[in-house]
């Protein structure tokens, strides 16, 4: 059932927009350390306060006042920053993965089950006829805009035609491109709804079993996965938001997991950890020889106990048989 729409605030907004300097001047009116105000002003200027804002937070007192703690610094909030910059570039490493071997493993499995490259255009392959409607219509678009466009360079260029201008261009029915280039026109998240409303649970159990995963936790990962995506490609803070949908823990051992009982503590289940957990999961079968966890383990480990338990991560993390195969 669908949850209902929150109420709006009563109060009116009143803020008004300041000069750099003069934010320059606030932050250290609430006591932080700013030893290159100029330095601090490009940055400003650059990142933007309000993109900045949320990483003073985790040094300030509290409010009303947000004052900073005794001794915090510019860089301090700076390179927290950077860290969820990094962050981010690494989370989108794995999930370019994990959302190509999706979008492979769909077409792979629907167009061979049903000898059918054009699977997709017969609504009986789904539970819900207007979604299905609604992804004919996506596709329809991406075609006419692509025809509406300047050309691709030709085929004596270095420079190649798109795979779908060159269907486009070449074919003249059917009307829609095959299987294995529809799913590119989509975002992660209309993939992830393709998914859901396949008809039949085989379907979905065959293309999830391809990745290592059953059907449930496939869904339920690919969900979170569509709002860390959209948080990443937008720039935003990924460390410790909050995320508001999480990947469902797995039951069943077939499934690549943490080992220890105390591995993922209750107190982590909403944070940022599972979802890094899954996308290694999904690595363990997609790209097993992936140094992605490596990686992992040398952006973390530097790190600050605030920044491990804003994510979620335990102290003894990389020592579970999960990560410390990948990591020793």
């Known amino acids: 059932m669908p949850r209902a729409q929150r109420a709006r605030g009563a109060l009116r907004y009143t803020k008004p927009p300041l000069a750099v300097d003069e934010l320059v001047g606030r932050l250290s009116d609430r006591g932080l350390q700013v030893p290159a105000p100029d330095r601090a002003g490009r940055y400003l200027r650059h990142i933007g ?24 610094a510019f860089d301090d909030v700076v390179d927290l920053y950077v860290f969820d910059r990094a962050l981010r570039l690494l989370v989108m490493d ?36 207007d979604k299905h409607a609604g992804l004919l219509r996506i596709v329809r678009a991406t075609c006419e805009e692509r025809l509406r466009g300047s050309p691709d360079a030709g085929e004596d260029s270095l420079v190649h035609r798109s795979a779908l201008e060159h269907y486009l261009t070449t074919y003249g029915s059917p009307e829609l491109p095959p299987s294995w280039l529809m799913v590119e026109t989509l975002t992660i998240g209309q993939l992830t709804s393709v998914y859901r409303n396949l008809g039949r649970r085989s379907d979905r159990t065959a293309v999830a079993e391809s990745i290592g995963l059953t059907a449930t936790v496939l869904e339920s990962w690919m ?30 051992s077939a499934i690549s997991w943490l080992q220890g009982e105390d591995a993922l503590p209750e107190r982590s289940r909403k944070r940022l950890y599972p979802v890094l957990v899954s996308l290694q999961s999904v690595l363990d079968s997609v790209s097993p020889r992936s140094s992605w966890a490596r990686r992992l383990h040398e952006l973390v480990n530097a790190r600050p106990a605030m920044n491990l338990s804003g994510m979620g991560i335990p102290e003894t993390w990389a020592e579970d048989p999960f990560w410390s195969r990948h990591i020793a």
């Open 94 to 129: 794995a999930l370019e993965r994990v959302e190509v071997a999706v979008r492979a493993a769909l077409t792979d499995h629907m167009s061979t089950r049903y000898d059918d490259p054009h699977w997709y255009v017969d609504a009986s392959h789904f539970r819900l006829r």
């Open 49 to 72: 306060y309000y993109r900045l804002s949320p990483y003073t937070i985790p040094f300030q007192q509290g409010r009303p006042d947000h004052l900073f703690r005794e001794g915090t």
């Open 223 to 252: 969900q979170t996965y569509v709002r860390v995506r959209n948080i990443c490609a937008h720039h935003g803070r990924l460390w410790n938001v909050g995320l508001g949908v999480y990947p469902a823990i797995p039951t069943s």
